[in-house]
C-alpha cells in the first residue's frame, strides 16, 4: 500500500518556524520528493523539491527560508520553515515521484507521482 503521510503543521507567529515531515511507505524507489502548498483560492504551487541524488529546487519567494532534506533510506523528506510569514499560510503537500513495489512487477514499470493528504501551516501577522 502506498502512503505519504504528512505531519509538523500547525499555527505559528511570524518570523517563527516549522518543520515538516513526510514519510513514504509502499515504494520500491523514490527519485524525487517534494512539497507543493496551496492557499484559499490559489493554485498549487511547488515549494521545493529534492531528487536522490541531493539536488534541490525552491520556490523565489522561500528561498533562504525554507531547507529542504531527505532521508532517502527512510524513504523520508523534512521542510525546515525559518522565518515564516503570513503569505505561507496553505496547506501543504508531500508528494513523491517513484515506482511503488506493486508497479516494479509490471513488464515495464513507469514512474508515477504520488500525493500526501496535506498538514495545515497558518502564520499569524
Known amino acids: 500500500q502506498v502512503q505519504l503521510v504528512e505531519s509538523g503543521g500547525g499555527l505559528v507567529q511570524a518570523g517563527g518556524s516549522l518543520r515538516l515531515s513526510c514519510a513514504a511507505s509502499g515504494f520500491l524507489r523514490i527519485n524525487q520528493m517534494g512539497w507543493y502548498r496551496q492557499a484559499p483560492g490559489k493554485q498549487r504551487e511547488l515549494v521545493a523539491d529534492?531528487?536522490?541524488?541531493?539536488?534541490?529546487n525552491y520556490l523565489d519567494s522561500v528561498k533562504g527560508r525554507f531547507t529542504i532534506s531527505r532521508e532517502n533510506a527512510k524513504n523520508t523528506v523534512y521542510l525546515q520553515m525559518n522565518s515564516l510569514k503570513p503569505e505561507d499560510t496553505a496547506v501543504y503537500y508531500c508528494?513523491?515521484?517513484?515506482?511503488?513495489?506493486?508497479?516494479?512487477?509490471?513488464?515495464?514499470?513507469?514512474?508515477?507521482?504520488?500525493w500526501g493528504q496535506g498538514t495545515q501551516v497558518t502564520v499569524s501577522s
Open positions: 508528494n513523491a515521484v517513484g515506482i511503488t513495489t506493486a508497479q516494479a512487477m509490471a513488464v515495464m514499470p513507469l514512474e508515477r507521482v504520488y
Open positions: 529534492i531528487t536522490s541524488g541531493g539536488n534541490t
